[in-house]
């Protein structure tokens, strides 16, 4: 038995290795964080020893192609896929045994990135040995890959069924299922579609009252006007203005290396949510994000709108402790340009730091056209001021009304803070006359005891109160103050950092003098190379790049050629993203990626006239997402086809719709909705300093930089929707616990798709912690004061939980489960087991897949 279990466990070693071997298997996320956080330290610490330039490769080990590190070199392999304490890669960076590199270990942030690097199964798309001189990028040659071509409308095409399609993409798709010989399967029933509507839509399931109104609405616009309510409604722009997020690395601290207060980052999570609620045209909310400081404005609203839209380039996650100033400025516009890249086109930027890409034609020219644009607009001050000054933040402007409201604030904010430092005053006078009588007595006692000793005799006061009384009342009283004080130190402290200012936001601004930018060799700042004009990605250009005036950066341009109807980029890019959301998978299932590694569209002609569609109805979100929820496509049930998924089992035809798990929020903002908790929000600042015992949810436990621990949330935050939460970068709350078991992004990456993992502490998660448990409770009390009828309450029940009248056999089985859990449970008050039967049911219900899915 031993001998067979270790004949597995070796087996399924040998198949993880397989698997490391094998670049297609790994995901876009795990290949980006190859490119960004190992591959440069590879070039910049081990290629001059370990690559095919060096004179002589030391140890035989060549770092530069991943069979090199999966083969090693004298001493062994250098990695062990997937498990980082068996990597001599890993003993060596933390010199145990060897010293690598040898000119100094490298920080501990750094090794840590390689163990995760490892632990994800050391993805690495170098494929092989470099040879000789990489052959220049044919532009022509490039331009012929679908994904630079022109975007072209093609018209629906004929359909043997022509009944069947509402939409016009609806013959798109029935085309090519027909060309298959297969058939579409039939439509969702009407509670099912609604609540796949409303949670993809806002994110939030159907009311019990909405869920009646639109069943008994048989008018044929019933679903369109469900779809005009959910788009109408703010719930909207907070659900997509999520999706957003997870493109930009946003997170309420820094970086990742110092739990450093990204103060003014609530302000860009808010213009979202507003840009996405008013429908802010795709080109303009494009322009915004990338120049929005350079563009004119006609209120100071609109300004400051614009103002903040510039933090999508300066939220990611900054490494602002960086010592080495240089090398910080690098890696910030590394992030900048490779955010660009993938957000809005679709490219993997990020890998032509170093050398032409090696697979698209992107040259380092593009990469350091744009990276000069991005340097001519510093985020980070140029000398190094306190580290807390690193990143620029932006006075917003105001409006009258704005401006009275704020010095209102301020006049109340200095008058607290007067009260606490008079408080203090008054205690510290307090404390000192205290330990000045204890002194006093200390010396008494001192004289006293110095006196009996010479003389044998014993001094006895006539007193009320003994000097050993006195020292006990005052040693209380001397501790009382300082427990009183202790306290008021770190709050004003914190109200004099955090007086109430001018609004700013963390914002681009122009270079004094914007200038071209050197090509880094390999990626290194202090090898400067040829300069390279600033400019956009010339494969995908359509003619010459705009001239960049004389005193600017170059943003404008860039913003400008971004969103130009002519990019072939962008429209299928973002077009793309929104069909994702809703269908569960891209027309491009490679969503982050349009390079020549990426998938290929499964319905070209589909995307493109999306696309168009989309330029045609002025970059509208909310037009395109109407047309795509009221067609025959997103009605489709999920149900299964035998002979459909023989023929396509990956359901690239749409023979069917994708089930979906719930993303993190989806889950946690459904359960206080179902149980009625759930409150609005208007935003602002997630991370708040507050007057309290303990100084708010933020306690400061370092100077410089200033440092914070978050350690618990605000009250009112337990029952507001997960996009109004702080979202750390290291130290987690019980908010973070959700979101890390149901694959929130990792804030220190971007990423357009999350993965949908099914584990099994998932399932543990769901029954027993309090967010579900509190939920259950809360249920199930409302329940019972508002049905007092068995029967009604549990038909209301499954309609708040499941969005769709019970069944007769589920009612046969609850009736049972609530008899059975009756007996089962000892004797106590009567009100109380209906509570704790009826909160064990609402929490069965919770937890189960078909909350927890979207089908």
């Not at 690098?330 to 660009?340: E, F, G, L, M, P």
């Not at 122009?510 to 930018?517: G, I, K």
């Not at 035809?653 to 798990?661: C, E, P, V």
Request: with cysteine; aromatic share 8%; proline share 7%.
């Amino acid at each position: 038995m031993m001998r067979t279990a270790t004949f597995l466990l070796s087996l399924l070693g040998v198949m993880t290795s397989a698997i490391a071997e094998e670049p297609g298997r790994f995901t876009d996320e795990q290949l980006n964080f190859f490119e960004s956080k190992i591959r440069p330290v590879l070039v910049d610490h081990c290629y001059e020893c370990h690559a095919a330039g060096a004179k002589i490769v030391q140890g035989g080990l060549r770092l530069d192609h991943r069979d090199g590190l999966l083969k090693g070199g004298d001493t062994g392999t250098a990695i062990v896929a997937h498990k980082a304490d068996q990597s001599l890669l890993i003993k060596a960076l933390k010199y145990d045994g060897v010293e690598m590199p040898p000119k100094g270990k490298l920080p501990a942030s750094v090794i840590k990135d390689f163990e995760t690097w490892i632990a994800m199964g050391a993805p690495d798309p170098r494929e092989a040995a470099p040879g000789g001189p990489r052959p220049k990028v044919d532009l022509n040659e490039g331009r012929k890959f679908w994904a630079f071509q022109p975007v072209s409308d093609s018209p629906p095409p004929i359909v043997k069924d022509g009944a069947w399609p509402i939409e016009s993409l609806d013959h798109f798709i029935l085309a090519k299922l027909e060309a298959s010989d297969l058939k579409p399967v039939g439509d969702a029933d009407r509670y099912t579609w609604l609540r796949r509507v409303s949670l993809d839509l806002t994110g939030l399931p159907p009311t019990p009252n909405e869920i009646d109104a639109f069943i008994r609405d048989n008018s044929p616009r019933a679903c369109e006007a469900v779809v005009d309510r959910l788009l109408a409604s703010r719930a909207f722009g907070e659900r997509w203005a999520r999706h957003w997020l997870d493109l930009t690395g946003y997170a309420d601290m820094m970086g990742t290396s110092n739990n450093v207060f990204a103060e003014h980052a609530w302000r860009y999570r808010d213009y979202l949510i507003e840009a996405y609620h008013k429908d802010k045209p795709f080109d303009r909310f494009v322009r915004e994000q990338i120049a929005g400081d350079l563009l004119p404005a006609t209120s100071p609203t609109e300004q400051a709108e614009n103002i903040t839209a510039t933090g999508f380039l300066m939220v990611g996650d900054v490494e602002i402790v960086e010592p080495d100033k240089k090398k910080l400025e690098a890696d910030h516009i590394d992030t900048q340009v490779n955010k660009i890249g993938m957000t809005f086109l679709g490219m993997t930027l990020g890998c032509v730091r170093c050398h032409d890409h090696k697979f698209d034609p992107l040259q380092l020219s593009d990469y350091y056209g744009i990276a000069g644009i991005m340097r001519s607009s510093p985020s980070t001050h140029k000398i190094p001021f306190g580290v807390w000054s690193l990143l620029n933040s932006t006075d917003l402007p105001e409006t009258p009304v704005q401006l009275a409201a704020r010095q209102k604030l301020e006049t109340d904010h200095e008058t607290k803070l007067a009260e606490m430092k008079a408080e203090r005053e008054k205690l510290e006078g307090e404390r000192k006359s205290v330990i000045a009588e204890l002194e006093e007595i200390a010396k008494q006692e001192k004289n006293e005891a110095d006196a009996a000793a010479k003389t044998g005799v014993v001094q006895t006061a006539d007193e009320t109160e003994s000097p050993l009384m006195k020292k006990e009342r005052l040693t209380k009283h001397r501790d009382a103050l300082s427990a009183r004080l202790q306290p008021l130190g770190p709050a004003i402290q914190h109200a004099e950092f955090f007086r109430s200012k001018v609004p700013r936001a963390f914002a681009m601004q122009e270079d004094d003098q914007p200038a071209d930018m050197p090509i880094y060799i390999r990626g290194n700042p202090y090898a400067p190379g040829a300069i390279v004009p600033r400019g956009v990605i010339q494969v995908a250009s359509w003619d010459k790049a705009a001239t960049i005036p004389a005193g600017q950066s170059g943003r404008l341009q860039l913003a400008d050629w971004l969103a130009d109807s002519r990019n072939p980029l962008t429209s299928r890019v973002i077009v793309n993203r929104i069909w994702q959301k809703l269908f569960g998978e891209g027309l491009v299932r490679s969503v982050d990626y349009f390079g020549t590694r990426g998938e290929r569209p499964s319905h070209p002609e589909l995307l493109d006239h999306l696309a168009t569609r989309f330029l045609h109805d002025g970059w509208s979100h909310k037009k395109l997402i109407r047309s795509l929820v009221l067609s025959r496509t997103y009605r489709l049930s999920s149900t299964n086809d035998p002979m459909a998924l023989t023929t396509d089992p990956d359901n690239r035809l749409l023979w069917r719709s994708n089930r979906q798990r719930l993303d993190a929020e989806a889950i946690r903002d459904g359960l206080l909705a179902v149980s009625g908790e759930l409150v609005p929000s208007e935003g602002g600042p997630a991370l708040v300093l507050e007057f309290t015992e303990n100084c708010g949810d933020l306690v400061q436990i370092g100077v410089n930089p200033p440092n914070y621990s978050h350690r618990r949330p605000r009250p009112t935050q337990e029952f507001q929707r997960s996009i109004y939460l702080p979202v750390m970068r290291t130290n987690t709350t019980n908010l973070d616990r959700i979101r890390n078991h149901f694959d929130f992004v990792n804030p220190a990456q971007i990423a357009g798709q999350r993965p949908q993992t099914v584990v099994p502490t998932q399932s543990l998660f769901v029954m027993n912690n309090d967010l579900f448990r509190k939920r259950a409770k809360v249920l199930a009390d409302r329940l019972i004061a508002e049905a007092p009828q068995a029967d009604i309450r549990i038909e209301q029940l499954w309609l708040r939980v499941f969005n769709r009248p019970i069944t007769t056999t589920e009612q046969k089985n609850v009736t049972t489960f609530l008899r059975e859990l009756d007996a089962g449970l000892p004797d106590m008050d009567a009100a109380a087991k209906e509570s704790l039967k009826w909160q064990e049911l609402c929490h069965s219900l919770l937890a189960s897949n078909e909350f927890i899915f979207r089908i």
